[in-house]
């Protein structure tokens, strides 16, 4: 069962989803809702699996709620759930770390789609982001500079494509420790400590 939480200041949103998905059907539903940042802060961090995070609410920058509910709950994935369809913030939240960001007109099939997948350690373009990303072929970490091996490249690439270590593994067909063990090299070699911010530094290279 993965169990959202979902930030929203719309009631009307919060009983969308939860007409989506019922416990006696699904194996996901809406354990936990807020309508406001200060209220989120007060969730217990054991009691939901995902975070559902509005873009704009009634108080606060995105990009500082953001930091906020991830600073309070490590660990926990945050999808973007919102309206907006410009590039320019899809880019920002998924710079800052988001796993994915769902349109609030997706329907039931594609929420739950991108939720089991973020719930497997994958980041989930949004169809805006894939268009991005096609059009701006990020190669920065090819240079030479950081002399990264073949394997390396092709695991960042895998990487930038959302895919979770496991399933880089057998794309690859490697030990999953072996994955991980590339991955904490390739952080080392870009000085990052976690994924998401491995992710800052290679969308901020040059193309």
């Known amino acids: 069962m993965i169990r959202i939480f979902i930030i929203e200041d719309h009631p009307v949103t919060i009983a969308g989803l939860r007409t989506f ?3 006696s059907r699904d194996t996901i539903i809406v354990n936990k809702t807020a309508n406001s940042i200060d209220k989120a802060l007060l969730i217990d961090h054991d009691s939901f699996d995902v975070v559902l995070l ?3 609410l009634p108080s606060g920058e995105p ?7 991830t600073a309070k709950f490590p660990g926990k994935p945050v999808v973007i759930y919102s309206g907006e369809m410009s590039v320019h913030w899809h880019r920002k939240m998924y710079k800052l770390g988001a796993k994915a960001f769902i349109n609030k007109n997706a329907d039931k099939s594609l929420i739950e ?3 089991k997948r973020v719930i497997k ?3 989930v373009y949004s169809s805006g982001m894939q268009e991005y990303l096609s059009k ?6 090819r240079n030479p ?3 990264l091996t073949t394997e390396q490249e092709e695991i960042i690439q895998y990487f930038l ?3 979770s270590a496991k399933d880089i593994a057998g794309k690859l067909k490697k030990d999953l420790s072996t994955i991980h063990k590339q991955l904490k090299n390739i952080r080392d070699i870009f000085e990052v400590s976690s994924d998401a911010n491995l992710m800052k530094a290679i969308l901020n290279l040059p193309a």
């Not at 990009?63 to 509910?69: A, G, L, S, V, Y």
């Not at 701006?136 to 970490?141: A, F, K, L, N, P």
């Open 145 to 147: 500079k950081f002399g």
């Open 121 to 123: 350690g994958e980041t």
């Open 161 to 163: 494509e959302g895919l």
């Open 136 to 141: 701006r072929v990020i190669e920065g970490y």
């Open 21 to 23: 998905f019922r416990p």
């Open 63 to 69: 990009e500082d709620n953001f930091k906020k509910i």
């Open 54 to 56: 509005d873009l704009w």
């Open 113 to 115: 789609d991108t939720l």
